[in-house]
């Protein structure tokens, strides 16, 4: 079983949908992160956080939200996003900052 | 602006050559050079190098950090064709409280039989 796990691993949705990624990770990890891997671009990090705290936002628009409620949870709400949001979207662990990442399977998004 | 420069984009090789990747940067503040491979989606982490010099070595694999020059080399011999994916170079920045993580477009590696 994988230490990240990520749901759901497709989604499509229309630029008026609200919809909701979930990562999980089962490796006692501190610190969580989203990455955003749209095709033909170096991966792109997005929000960080530690102890449940946010460290990191990389310029991302507001239509992103992301919640830590505890360490082993993030999530990444979305509303109102462009077709130009499609990519696969990773979420990654590691024990503190600074130390390896381990990612998720990703979720396939798809806005039409 | 922080840049991390991967070369080539993409390589095709044969079962049993000997590979090299190529993964330069210009950054603020480096920490540590990581290295991953992505097959399909997740990727999968290979190397952490923080020290110039220091050869680290997983099987098949191997890879070493040049502080002064600002680059790193992916060594992969007697290549399988398990060994297609595409290879991500990160640097790690350090700054107050701030994190950040760049990385590279990737090169794709295809191994055929």
């Not at chain 1, 990090?45 to 949870?73: D, G």
Request: one cysteine or more; a positive charge; aromatic letters at 10%.
């Amino acid at each position: 079983e994988t230490g990240v796990t990520q749901t759901p691993r497709h989604l499509v949705m229309g630029m008026t949908n609200k919809k909701s990624l979930k990562c999980e990770q089962h490796l006692g990890h501190n610190a969580m992160y989203w990455y955003k891997q749209s095709a033909k671009k170096p991966l792109e990090l997005m929000f960080v956080y530690n102890f449940k705290e946010q460290t990191e936002n990389n310029s991302v628009p507001s239509r992103f939200s992301p919640e830590c409620p505890n360490s082993s949870h993030l999530f990444l709400h979305l509303h109102t996003l462009q077709p130009e949001d499609s990519a696969l979207y990773l979420c990654a662990s590691s024990p503190g900052l600074g130390q390896t990442q381990y990612f998720g399977p990703g979720t396939r998004l798809l806005v039409l | 602006e922080d840049k991390v420069v991967q070369s080539p984009l993409s390589l095709v090789v044969h079962e049993g050559d000997t590979v090299t990747l190529n993964c330069s940067y210009e950054v603020t503040n480096f920490r540590s050079l990581l290295w991953y491979k992505q097959e399909k989606k997740a990727p999968t982490f290979l190397f952490m190098l923080t020290s110039s010099g220091i050869e680290k070595k997983s099987g098949r694999l191997s890879s070493i950090l040049d502080k002064k020059e600002l680059f790193s080399i992916l060594n992969i011999t007697a290549t399988q064709t398990g060994d297609s994916a595409v290879y991500l170079c990160a640097v790690e920045l350090s700054g107050g409280s701030n994190y950040k993580l760049t990385f590279g477009k990737g090169t794709l590696l295809t191994v055929n039989p």
